[in-house]
């Protein structure tokens, strides 16, 4: 299946599949295919952030494309002079002063098929623009890594320049790169690229990922139309001006946490937070009382920030808060602490040089203005910034915790004892992060002499044991909890949800 996304500038609409409906009339009666066309909401409102982030880290410090990269974009090395020094264009406007230099715009509607010779077809339908004029880069972008082995194709193109231009796809591969030609009017556009692999077998592995016709395959990518725009004052992205430092504050933090937090096992069903129970949700403005403030910011209840659904109208997250000196100081203290100490923990578990650049950059980003006014946006990235980080700390001191656990295993006389287990959980989609949640449980024995118990528990197993009676015997359980904290962001505003009793935190025998 492949899925289509338009947006302009940050509202996100994902559109439905039509099966045996022809999107282009009159442009090949003996195609045949799958159609995409809009509307309906997108999960992923960090979409198009996460595609610049991407170009702007494909160059490193000194300008240079990194050897990832072109595998990362399917540039295949030899490399494609072309392609890598479009590449290396792209890589330099993302990173100019919040994406100045490019504009997005999004197929109106996209055919996957075959003509009649067997050749793999795609016809993209482009809206009326004039950046269209200007020379046009189409990036593909994988939702999910490639799992086939890996693969060359050769897309040829009237509306491709050079009209010929190959593509390696690997498992790393997350995006391919292709260099358009310039419209030469303001009608609507049309790209119809024909897509050649060298055997039968390698054809359908891309027709598979590119329709998912294979059963269970859930790779899928999304068109996406850059333009270069002229480097001038005149032609100032869009996407750029709508963006706020908090919007872009908040996918920043999204990809932190997806490359710092520990990788757990996939785990399935995704659990719904609005399914757990909850006190009455606190909101995060201007109105936040300093004693709540006070509280989250001494609190250690990990926090899940959940992005949700921007809804039918264009809309930034933003907020504010108010912190007086007092706490603007501990805040800030507190920040410049967990900072390090998560930098130093990045280095231990050797996570990689990009959270680290990330991570630099989340704190410019969350930095409180030297000059601080009453209220402001810096506030309140600070204060999520903090959040983040604590949660990052207690995910890393959790993993200490269960190699000594690990350890401990081994000893049978140990292992077979009542005592607390780590548990992942999965959440839903929308979660910005962590999208997982230790949850942890109690496993184990409560024979005598039992552990962590109660009176109750003591006189049933002593009956349970002499009198041989058919009674519930003592059970390992938690006995004390750890409540979970959520942040939701939403057009409506910033939202606290504390859910209680989520987090087993010892355990005992009852």
Known sequence: MLFVTLCWTWLCVAPHVSHGQQLI???????????????????SPCYVDD??????????NDGELLHNSLTLFGICTPSDNSLESVLQELAKAASRNQRIGLEVLHPTGVLVGEDDRGTLMLTFDLPQSPLLRLSPVL????????????????????????????VCIS??????????????????????????????HSKQNLKDVLIGEKSGSNTNIT?????????????????????????????????????????DKPVSPQLMLGSLQSLPPLSLGLSSSETLLAELINSSSPTIFSFRK?????????????????????????????????????????????????????????????????????????????????????????????RTTRADSNNPVRANVCGLRSLTVSLERFVLGPNTAVINNCRGSCAFPMVNTINHAVLLNSHIENVNADERAPCC??????????????????????????????CGCR
């Open 25 to 43: 009339q009159d442009h090949n009666p003996t195609m045949t295919g799958d159609t995409v066309s809009p509307p309906g909401p997108l999960d």
């Open 310 to 402: 921007l809804g039918s109208t264009p809309h930034l997250p933003h907020g504010q808060l108010a912190l007086s000196p007092a706490l603007l100081e501990e805040i800030g203290q507190r920040l410049d602490q967990s900072g390090l100490q998560v930098m130093e923990l990045i280095r231990e578990e050797e996570v990689g040089p990009r959270a680290t650049a990330r991570l630099g950059r989340l704190k410019e980003l969350g930095a409180l203005e030297k000059k601080e006014p009453t209220a402001g946006e810096s506030q309140y990235r600070a204060f999520l910034l903090l959040k983040a980080l604590r949660t990052v700390a207690q995910a890393y001191e959790l993993r200490v915790g269960q």
């Open 171 to 200: 498992g790393e591969t997350q995006h391919i790169l292709l260099s358009g030609k310039a419209s030469e009017g303001n009608d609507s556009h049309r790209w119809t690229i024909s897509v050649e692999t060298k055997s039968p």
């Open 223 to 263: 068109p996406l139309l850059l333009l270069a725009v002229r480097n001038d004052a005149r032609h100032v992205s869009a996407s750029s001006s709508a963006s706020s430092q908090t919007f872009t504050f908040l996918c920043e933090l999204k990809r932190f946490l997806v490359d710092v937090l520990p990788q």
């Open 477 to 506: 359980v938690p006995v004390a909890y750890e409540a979970l904290e959520v942040v939701d962001l939403n057009e409506h505003g910033t939202y606290l949800s504390i859910k209680p009793s989520v987090i087993a935190k010892e």
């Open 51 to 60: 595609v610049f982030a991407a170009l702007r880290e494909a160059a490193g």
């Open 139 to 166: 990036l593909l972008t994988f939702e999910s890594l490639l799992k086939a082995e890996d693969l060359d194709a050769t897309f040829t193109s009237q509306s491709l320049q050079p009209n010929t231009q190959s």
